[in-house]
């Protein structure tokens, strides 16, 4: 499969090499099942980033580099712009693991009603050391419509979710520009009026934690942004969030959940449990 990756970037030196790196060292692309360009848009770096970039010299990489309103201004540019069969995209300094467009391709390739997909939650350090690693519970359209997943349940972790690469036409480009820090809970709720979130069993990146972020600059700050972008929710939808909230904190989800891809062994192929 042909997989649009978008890096947006400013001032990322020093590690958007690595992110580049994770993108063209996938064991796919090396094997050639899967093709993949990679769109960094960057917003007028006044570091080494370009020159990093560049030093590549590869093809696959297309750089639009000018002044932006921000990240998520920067992945409306990169969304724009892609095409294939499946879109996910990283910050600079993030990786993806070898196999995860496999795992990725097959799955999408195999079943045709997975649209969208995230993997397990993961967590590194800033010494890139894995510090978490969570499967979560399939994850509910009301609730990510209404912004329930992301205050009182689980956030989507974007660094481990990708899409058909025609979800793109769903996404209000214009507003996701105005974001600033919940840009992606705006794609999520865009994809979730029309397609279920699928997980899988799988590591496919992660997310490190580290000083500086934008997001732990303003406690609070995404949360507030994420809460003027989803639809109002009723009351019985709160009360029934805080439910399941303290039913996925005590279980784990089982192999035969809902909209939960796991790796059978004795088929040796990924599994998905019928509706």
């Known amino acids: ?83 294939g069969d499946i879109t996910c995209y990283l910050p600079a300094g993030e990786t993806f693991e070898p196999q995860a467009f496999a795992i990725v391709s097959e799955v999408f390739a195999t079943f045709p009603a997975v649209h969208w997909l995230t993997g397990r939650s993961v967590t590194r350090n800033a010494r890139g050391q894995i510090v978490d690693s969570l499967l979560p519970h399939p994850y509910h359209r009301r609730f990510i419509d209404c912004g329930m997943h992301g205050t009182r349940l689980a956030v989507i972790q974007q660094e481990s979710t990708f899409w058909r690469s025609a979800l793109n036409g769903l996404v209000d480009l214009d507003r996701l520009r105005g974001c600033k820090l919940a840009g992606d809970y705006l794609l999520w709720k865009s994809f979730c009026a029309r397609h279920p979130l699928h997980v899988v069993n799988a590591q496919l990146a992660s997310f490190t934690i580290e000083p500086g972020q934008l997001s732990r600059q303003e406690p609070g700050a995404y949360r507030r942004e994420l809460r003027s972008l989803r639809r109002r929710p009723a009351a019985w939808e709160r009360a029934a969030a805080l439910l399941l909230r303290q039913y996925v904190k005590r279980t784990r989800p089982g192999r035969t959940a809902r909209r939960l891809l796991s790796y059978d062994h004795d088929r040796a192929a990924w599994h998905l449990p019928r509706p």
């Open 1 to 83: 499969m042909q997989i649009s990756m978008i890096i947006p970037v400013y001032n990322g030196a020093g590690k958007i090499a690595r992110t580049i790196d994770s993108a063209l060292e996938q064991a796919s692309v090396l094997s050639g099942q899967d093709s993949v360009t990679i769109h960094v848009v960057d917003g007028a770096s006044t570091d080494a980033t370009l020159a990093e970039v560049q030093a590549f010299a590869d093809p696959r990489i297309r750089v639009t580099s000018e002044p932006d309103g921000g990240m998520y201004d920067a992945l409306a540019k990169g969304l724009a712009a892609a095409g």
